[in-house]
């Protein structure tokens, strides 16, 4: 965890969109209205604790771009949430919303708290508070947050409550993710990891024509590091709908290894027993399984690896022992630039965070746009709205690396970054 405070992740963020911006020639007055975050709000708040005391907690909210429609992203509590962090994944959300082609700029938000420290009641006093304090910048039609690490749908239902509250009347508009209940969407909660998965075939299908991949698909091996929403659910759509064979999983905790695969019923079972933080993956071993470390489910011999924990998990120090051919990545920014020059000149085929992870901001608007109209669509349309965005654009992005001869990242950011250079161009420098 050292290495994650060393590495600014914007700066990162940033030489990978330069590297694009170089090769697709672009404008440099562009780049700079580009790569710079439209705003940047911090707020220090206090909250009262069980036992009496008032904790001050810092959080943030930045809105990177909003040329393409209202800024979108997620928010996340975690105890290293940082200003530099918010504004790299800020970055991350425009692109991600440009590449699949939904009407959104990008944005990011975080509290810097360990929620599992929090007991029931101070998790929602810091929620509402925390909202309440930016509310200042956010609206239906102006920054829609979401769920992110250790924020999820009964989080989502006390944000909409207390805007709403605020504002005095029901906005199911204000945040995405929010339980079936009370105006969220059905397919939201799965939409990430299944969209990973929508990616891995992808990937499977697209070496395959390329000639690079003799497999058939029972004897393709997956390995997941993370088994919160989104690993859960790539592991679970992936046992569900495909004849992968799910080798390894893992979580904080450490993690398991079934060389003859994990069935769908055990990820079910799984998903069952570690629901809302009762307990960890290794709290919950089971016959037959092999633990193994969070390190060696990152170097572990198979086809393909989803990283879908937190960021900066692959860098320079370990990028030369990691054996997978495929690199599909669920969290965002998982593997550092130089982590990405020694796997690309390896030849691992890396499916960039912001084009893989991007089911959930498509599920998102889709929710988004169900509330604003108030009428809610069916879990197999949304299913299949979602695969459709979801191939549509790796198979945009497939193109764009066979144009310009360029990896899958560098080309899912000239698409991304085309979108939003014209739309910048064509609404003009205000004033
Ligand atoms: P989550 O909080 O539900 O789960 C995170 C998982 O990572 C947990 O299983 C946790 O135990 C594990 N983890 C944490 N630290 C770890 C470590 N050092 N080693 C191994 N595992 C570790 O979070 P999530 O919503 O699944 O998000 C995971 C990643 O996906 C983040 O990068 C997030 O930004 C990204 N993402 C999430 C969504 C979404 O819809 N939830 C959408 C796009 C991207």
Not at 87 to 92: H, I, M, N, V
Not at 324 to 346: C, H, Q, R, Y
Request: charged share 30%; aromatic share 8%; net charge negative.
């Amino acid at each position: 965890m050292e290495e994650t405070k060393k590495i600014s992740l914007f700066d990162n963020a940033v030489k990978q969109f330069d590297r694009a911006a170089h090769i697709m020639e672009l404008d440099r007055n562009i780049r700079e209205v580009l790569i710079k975050p439209k705003r940047e709000l911090t707020v220090n708040f206090p909250v009262c604790m069980d036992d009496g005391t008032v904790k001050v907690f810092t959080g943030y909210r930045v809105q990177h771009n909003v040329s393409r429609g209202p800024a979108k992203g997620g928010i996340r509590y975690h105890p290293n949430v940082n200003l530099d962090e918010v504004r790299a994944l800020a970055f991350w959300m425009t692109w991600k919303s440009a590449v699949v082609d939904i009407p959104y700029g990008g944005a990011k938000g975080g509290v810097t708290v360990d929620p599992l420290k929090l007991s029931d009641s101070e998790l929602e006093k810091l929620s509402r508070r925390f909202f309440s304090e930016i509310q200042i910048i956010i609206g239906e039609e102006k920054d829609i947050p979401a769920p992110d690490v250790n924020t999820d749908g009964q989080i989502m239902a006390w944000w909409m409550d207390t805007y709403s509250m605020n504002i005095g009347h029901t906005t199911l508009g204000i945040v995405t993710g929010k339980p079936l209940e009370i105006g969220g969407s059905e397919g939201r909660t799965e939409a990430t990891g299944r969209g990973v998965n929508i990616c891995i075939q992808e990937a499977v299908k697209y070496l395959r024509d390329k000639g690079k991949l003799n497999k058939k698909d029972e004897e393709i091996t997956v390995a997941i590091q993370g088994f919160g929403n989104v690993g859960s659910y790539l592991a679970l759509t992936l046992t569900e709908e495909t004849d992968y064979k799910l080798v390894a999983i893992s979580d904080y905790s450490g993690g398991f290894y079934k060389e003859s695969g994990f069935t769908a019923e055990e990820i079910r079972r799984l998903m069952e027993r570690t629901r809302g933080r009762k307990a960890l993956l290794l709290d919950v071993n089971e016959e037959g399984y092999k633990e193994i470390t969070n390190e060696d489910v990152i170097t572990l011999d198979v086809d393909v690896l989803s990283p879908c924990a937190l960021e900066n998990v692959i860098t320079e120090d370990n990028a030369d022992q990691v054996k997978a051919k495929m690199i599909v990545e669920g969290a965002n920014g998982p593997l550092t630039p130089e982590a990405d020059d020694i796997l690309l000149s390896k030849n691992v085929f890396i499916v960039p965070d912001f084009l893989a992870n991007a089911g959930g901001v498509t599920v998102s608007y889709f929710e988004w746009v169900q509330g604003l109209q108030w009428n809610f669509w069916e879990l197999e349309d949304i299913r299949k709205a979602l695969h459709k965005k979801m191939k549509n654009a790796f198979c945009d992005v497939a193109k764009t690396v066979e144009k310009y001869e360029v990896d899958m990242r560098t080309a899912a950011y000239i698409r991304a970054i085309e979108r939003v250079a014209n739309a910048t161009k064509l609404r003009g420098i205000y004033p």
